[in-house]
């Protein structure tokens, strides 16, 4: 008999693709999703039409602006209603068990399933643990961990995509619209973009001469560039990764696993303005063991031509130091066996 399990998750992209690697482990069982009217909805549309998913429930749900605003003193009152919202719809599927990859999205999700009495379980992927998780593991079951970021956690790895292994290098060629030429610099801040790195390397065209340069703009962040192709999301990472030589990019941890996993030398640039500091822990993580270059933001042009040029030179060196990573992989198996046995 199948279980019915609901996930939870969104904001971005690394808050729901390793949502998607463990459903992809339980095909055998009934799953149900609860998210917003956002990104996590367009990530699992594909997943919902191929009846992976049996269902998509949306709520409400506010995120925590890290510095004092107006909309922060309503958001108890928000978070209330969003609390209550949930429980509907866990009242309606009945789950065995809920499994949240954080952000705010999944924070109603996991109080209204503590106050239901359902199993509960989530998963931190950073070095520091995020603010929704910071409160959901008040009221979760099982907290689990990509790495040691509290002495509750339990440790287990990334959860990462099977597919990011398979990539098809003539289909990442053709999404880039490139003929392979030339070697690829990929360019990603991440699902939302990063106007830092988008700016850079607009401030870099001798970086054309060598590469063929494609950036992944990020919603509503196309920039006016003539030497670089460029998209605001794809859905096919695991193909650009095949095809790509060297990547310039933030520093999520999901991201920098997959580049790892995948054996695409990096230059890193981890977001310190509005954050926690957990893009920088993971940065340097990478780093000292070797699986690329670590930069800061500041004078980023300046230094970005240099970098690029070192990582790609060194490109057999850095994939035999990330080849050495690969226990990375294959947490989705052993979380997905945490969630058949709640």
Not at 58 to 87: G, M, Y
Not at 90 to 95: A, K, Q, Y
Not at 230 to 237: D, G, I, L, S
Not at 273 to 288: T, Y
Request: charged content about 25%; overall charge positive.
């Amino acid at each position: 008999m199948s279980m019915k399990i609901v996930f939870s998750g969104g904001g971005t992209a690394g808050h729901v693709t390793p949502n998607l690697a463990l459903i992809e482990q339980l095909s055998t069982e009934e799953i149900y999703y609860i998210g917003t009217n956002g990104m996590e909805k367009e990530l699992t549309a594909s997943y919902v039409e191929k009846g992976k998913i049996k269902e998509y429930r949306e709520i409400s749900a506010h995120k925590l602006q890290r510095k004092l605003t107006l909309s922060n003193l309503a958001l108890p009152f928000r978070l209330v209603r969003s609390v209550r919202e949930a429980k509907k719809q866990l009242r309606e599927i009945r789950p065995d068990v809920i499994f949240s990859k954080g952000g705010y999205v999944g924070l109603p999700v996991i109080i209204a399933g503590k106050q239901l009495k359902i199993p509960t379980v989530i998963h931190e992927s950073d070095m520091s643990l995020g603010l929704a998780n910071k409160i959901c593991a008040h009221f979760a079951n099982d907290f689990l961990a990509a790495f040691p970021c509290d002495k509750r956690a339990n440790v287990v790895g990334l959860i990462i995509r099977d597919e990011i292994l398979h990539g098809d290098k003539q289909k990442g060629l053709h999404t880039m619209g490139f003929d392979g030429s030339k070697p690829v610099l990929l360019v990603t801040g991440g699902s939302l973009g990063a106007k830092a790195l988008n700016d850079a390397i607009c401030n870099c065209p001798q970086l054309a001469d060598r590469f063929d340069i494609f950036v992944i703009t990020g919603k509503n962040k196309r920039i006016d560039c003539e030497f670089v192709k460029q998209t605001e999301f794809v859905t096919n990472m695991n193909d650009l990764y095949a095809a790509t030589d060297v990547c310039l990019t933030r520093a999520g941890s999901n991201t920098l696993a997959e580049l790892t996993l995948a054996e695409v030398p990096f230059v890193t640039v981890p977001l310190t303005k509005q954050s926690r500091g957990e893009q920088v822990k993971n940065a340097q993580w990478f780093a000292e063991r070797g699986c690329g270059l670590k930069l800061s933001e500041e004078n980023l042009a300046e230094k970005l031509p240099k970098a690029i040029n070192t990582a790609y030179d060194n490109r057999t060196a850095i994939q035999t130091k990330q080849r050495a990573q690969k226990a990375l992989y294959g947490t989705d198996k052993t979380v997905a066996e945490i969630l058949k046995y709640k």
